[in-house]
């Protein structure tokens, strides 16, 4: 039986693994063939299959694609070019069932392939509420190519749209229909938008920029129904508490994820809210791993790609018998793909006993930072973001920042020339010599 090991030296031509097999060709299955291919050790053969009849592209691109500011075209990823790894495609079939003893997948289309090792990528869907009215036409998630294809259709009629949700996905799917000219309503269940990610006064903002767009919101907002037409068409949704129809002949579901997990569950694979993985991304069946938002490492699933490529590098090492420091959480940031509006946050939303609060606000600028012990852990940019990800960095070095505390506002240059007086003055002679004998 060939097995993927994780402390494995590098793979002589002999012991690479014959055939992996990738179940889903999303973001996760295509940069982990892409890394796969560059490395030496590599699978001899890949196949992925995917259940959309695509070539793998830039999922986070649909909401740019949504707007019209970015071309079909632009979100295709191309497969790898150069490499001794043959790459065999298989697209708009579903895997519907895993045969462990005999380590084979079967598809919808009858297709039976055999696998030497397994990995499983098939990312998660729009959470749907169970609300009546959620299966007319018209109601749609936000998570895929047709999806957006569908909301474009739409939005030709124009017309009113509902988006029920208020994070970054619903923010970005009612940019994307007000740009295409529909009147888009969103409506937000908690008081505030993005309340994961921004705190009150960066979520005011964000509210007012957004209604200054035409774009109504309704927060603390809570969906009763969707109401159809006698053609099974919806034509308006009601809010608990209210009896009016809030007319739309489109209603986005963008609030939340669930992630696939159903075929590593019906294969008798450890799940808990998704596929359950270790450290090195490994399932509870050896000759499986999972990646991407259909799985999930201790208590945490995933819905952003920057702990899906860490992900990569983890297993693309141990699938290539690379020695590779085990998988762990880190720190995420998030950005919305609002053109016109820039933010950028980190860390926990509400200042919690201990932490200093440091900030800054004029007009359409604001920004607010989080320091436990000298240490930075949390960050809201509205307006100017430019700094955003260099006080990630000094978030994730750990560093103590007291004495620079009162330039971090102003950004890299002013705190990093303090930084460097800092160095020079605490330097001690006597600790440099030890250090350096
Ligand atoms: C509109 C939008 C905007 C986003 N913006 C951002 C952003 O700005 N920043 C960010 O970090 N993240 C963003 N994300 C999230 C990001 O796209 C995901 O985290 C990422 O795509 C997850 O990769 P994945 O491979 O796990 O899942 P996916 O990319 O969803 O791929 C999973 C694939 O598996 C296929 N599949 C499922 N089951 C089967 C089966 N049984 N057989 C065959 N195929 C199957 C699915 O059809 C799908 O194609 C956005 C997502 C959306 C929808």
Redesign the pocket.
Known sequence: MTQAGSSSPTRSDDARLPHLVI????????RLIETLAAQSGAPRHITV????PHAAYN?????SWLAGDVEQDGLTLTPPHDSDVTVDQRLG????RIDRTRRLVE?DDGEVIPYDHLVL????RSAMPQIPGITLTGVSG???LDD?AHLAEAAKAGGAAVVVGGG??GL??AAGLAARGMQVCVLQRSPRLMNRQLDATASTMLASEIEGRGIHLKTGARLAEIVGDENGQVVGVRLEDDERLLPANCVVIAAGITP?AE?GRDAGLDCDRAIVVDDTLATSDPDISA????CQFEDTT?????P?WHQVEVLASRLCGEPSAPYHERA?AT?L?VSGVSLYAFGPTEAEDGHEVLSYRDQGEYRRLLLRDGRLEGAVLYGDTRMGPWLFQLAEQGQRLDRVRHSLLLGQADTEALLADDATTDTDPSTTEQDAA
Do not use: P, Q, T, W
């Open positions: 179940v889903g060709n999303g973001m996760a299955a295509h299959i995917g259940a959309e999922r986070i691109l649909l909401s079939a579903r895997v519907e598809c990528a098939l990312g998660s936000f998570r895929d957006a970054l996905l970005e799917a696939n075929l990646l991407g938002e259909c995933y819905g952003l790609v920057e899906i995420c950005k793909k």
